[in-house]
C-alpha cells in the first residue's frame, strides 16, 4: 500500500458512484489491548460484503483522511486512513495504520464480493 | 519429554504455535514422533501489515499461508491441514461443527498427546473457541481412550487461578528451530524479531526463558 494520495483516493471513489459495490468495513484495537493494558476498553466492529450504491464519496482532512459515503438511507464512514492501494482487480483498499504500523481501521470498496 | 505415539497441535491462527510450543513441537519431531498441526483460520484478521505496510487485508490471509507452510517445513511437522475457519469468527460458529471435526481427527490419527489453548485463560476469543471445542471432543471419550491434554495458557490471571504449569519443557536444544519458526512468521514477528535477536546477543533473561521454556497445564476432566 502507499500513503494516500487523495486525487488518486478521490477519481477511484468518484468511478464507483450509482454502482452496486462491496464494502468491507473494520475497526480494530486488536484482541491483546485490554490483555496488554487492563485499563483500555477494547472496542471494534466489521462488515464483510454488505452490498450498497452510494450517491457521492468524499475523502477529506489532512491525513490521516476521512472517508464518506452516501447512501440513499444513511451513510458509510471511516476516519484514520492513512494508506491506500488499488489491487489487479480494481478494487480500492484502504487503510489505517498505527504510530506502530497496526492495522486500526480499513474500507474496500469492490464490484465483485471480497472472497 | 516423553516419547509420544502421535501428537495433535490444534490452534486457531498461523504463529500460534510458534511462540509456545515450537520447541516442543521439534523436540517431538527429533524423536521419530508425526505431528499434525491443525490450524483453523489463515489469520486474515491480523493487525500487522508491516512497516511500511507490504500486506493489506485481501493479500494477508496468503502471505500468511506461505508462512505456515515455511514453519511447517523448518519445524519438520509432517501434516499440516488448514481447517478453512475465518479470523475472530471462531467463537460465532456451531460449536457442534467443530468439536465433530476435531473428534474426526483425534478419532483418524489416534494420538496420544494434544495441544491446544487452556479455554478461558487463552485471550483471544478465537483461542478459547479453540481450546473449549477440544476439550469438549476429548471429553465426548471414554476416560480410558482420552489422549493428554496439554493447554497452553497466558492470561494475566492464569497462574493465580489454574496455579503454576504442571508441564514444563526445557528446549534450549531446539531453539534455533524456534527461532526460525518465529521468523517464518515474518508479517507477524518482523517487529518482535529485532528486539529477540538483541535480548539473544546481550543473553537478556526473559527473552532466553521464552526461548528456552514452554509451559503448559495438563487439563484434568
Ligand atoms: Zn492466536
Known amino acids: 500500500m502507499d500513503p494516500v494520495n487523495v486525487n488518486y483516493v478521490q477519481e477511484a471513489l468518484d468511478a464507483f458512484t450509482d454502482k452496486e459495490v462491496y464494502i468491507h468495513l473494520e475497526t480494530t484495537n486488536g484482541a491483546y489491548a485490554s490483555h496488554h493494558n487492563e485499563r483500555f476498553f477494547s472496542a471494534g466492529a466489521y462488515f ?51 504510530f506502530d504500523g497496526k492495522l486500526a481501521v480499513a474500507l474496500q470498496i469492490s464490484e465483485t464480493p471480497f472472497e | 519429554m516423553e516419547k509420544e505415539r502421535q501428537v495433535l497441535v490444534v490452534f486457531p491462527h498461523p504463529d500460534d504455535e510458534a511462540f509456545g510450543v515450537s520447541g516442543t513441537i521439534a523436540s517431538h519431531v527429533n524423536m521419530g514422533t508425526p505431528v499434525t498441526y491443525a490450524c483453523l483460520t489463515l489469520g486474515e484478521m491480523g493487525r500487522n501489515m508491516g512497516n511500511p505496510p ?21 519445524l519438520g511437522i509432517s ?88 508441564v514444563v519443557h526445557d528446549v534450549s536444544a531446539v531453539a534455533d528451530k524456534k527461532f ?7 508479517s507477524q514477528t518482523q517487529l518482535m524479531m529485532a528486539g529477540m535477536a538483541e535480548g539473544l546477543k546481550q543473553q537478556d533473561p526473559e527473552v532466553m526463558a521464552r526461548l528456552n521454556y514452554e509451559r503448559f497445564w495438563t487439563y484434568k476432566y
Open chain 2, 54 to 74: 507490504f500486506a493489506n487485508r485481501e493479500t494477508l490471509p496468503n502471505i500468511r499461508k506461505k508462512e505456515l507452510k515455511e514453519a511447517a517445513r523448518v
Open chain 2, 79 to 166: 501434516d499440516l491441514r488448514m481447517l478453512g475457519y475465518r479470523d475472530k469468527t471462531v467463537e460465532f460458529e456451531d460449536p457442534n461443527k467443530l468439536i465433530a471435526e476435531i473428534t474426526a481427527m483425534i478419532d483418524e490419527l489416534n494420538p496420544s498427546l494434544v495441544i491446544t489453548f487452556y479455554p478461558g485463560y487463552s485471550v483471544h476469543p478465537d483461542h478459547d473457541a479453540t481450546g473449549a471445542a477440544v476439550v469438549s471432543a476429548i471429553g465426548k471419550l471414554p476416560a480410558a481412550k482420552r489422549p493428554k491434554l496439554h493447554c497452553v495458557a497466558f492470561s494475566n490471571n492464569c497462574v493465580d487461578e489454574l496455579g503454576e504449569a504442571d
Open chain 2, 180 to 186: 526460525d519458526a518465529i521468523k517464518a512468521h515474518q
Open chain 1, 48 to 98: 464483510r460484503n454488505a452490498k450498497i450504491t452510494y450517491e457521492r464519496a468524499k475523502m477529506t482532512g489532512a491525513g490521516p483522511y476521512r472517508v464518506g459515503l452516501k447512501i440513499p438511507y444513511g451513510w458509510v464512514y471511516a476516519e484514520g486512513i492513512t494508506h491506500y492501494e488499488i489491487d489487479s482487480k480494481g478494487r480500492i483498499l484502504l487503510a489505517g495504520h498505527d
